[in-house]
């Protein structure tokens, strides 16, 4: 009885330790993980680097682990622009994207980068079109008014001055931004996939 109760013992003792190890290599992946994350970051903030040169000499699950936190950096920073900062650092992160994924995706990453530029650069065109028809439409609204009550229109008359423009605008950007966010976020779910590799 001694005997089972020893092994017994002995059973329960390695499967607590076996759990710790497993709980420890958990930990330092998750580690790494947020290590890659960091990189990214680096990387973004200080153009120029190079992203892959940090996995060199890596274990292959370090350089998985490395290569997902990255990645989920890099996504993160690729967003609609609505400045010139941010469209810049949205191409910088696809660029990121590419140099870190190609190798394990190839032409699947560079298919959906060069979908998400494509999104950018058109998001922006689209945005300007769409603003400056929603603009020439109410300014002619104002004008007709204007010429309906046989009033002078100011000197300096403008879209802005309709009593709608800001709703609409602002509903206006507000589709455009959910079309192309979704359009943004199916090419994200993709290369997620990838780094997961």
Do not use: F
């Amino acid at each position: 009885m001694a005997e089972i109760k020893s092994t017994l013992d002995m059973v329960l003792a390695r499967a607590a330790r076996i759990a710790a190890e497993s709980d420890a290599q958990e930990d330092s992946g998750e580690d790494t993980v947020k290590e890659g994350m960091r990189l990214a970051a680096a990387y973004l903030s200080q153009p120029g680097g190079d992203l892959t040169a940090s996995l060199a000499g890596q274990s292959v699950a370090r350089q998985a682990a490395l290569r997902r936190g990255m990645a989920q950096t890099l996504l993160r920073n690729i967003v609609l622009p609505r400045d010139e900062m941010l469209k810049e650092r949205g191409e910088l992160a696809i660029k990121g994207i590419v140099d870190l994924l190609a190798a394990t995706g190839g032409v699947a990453v560079t298919t959906a980068c060069a979908e998400m530029r494509q999104l950018l650069g058109q998001y922006g065109k689209h945005k300007e079109q769409m603003t400056q028809q929603l603009e020439d439409a109410l300014l002619r609204q104002l004008e007709q008014q204007y010429t309906a009550r046989s009033v002078q229109p100011p000197a300096r008359l403008t879209a802005a001055m309709h009593p709608k423009y800001k709703d609409e605008l602002a509903r206006l950007l507000l589709d455009l931004n959910d079309q192309y966010g979704q359009a943004m976020d199916q090419r994200k779910e993709i290369l997620a996939g990838l780094a997961a590799r």
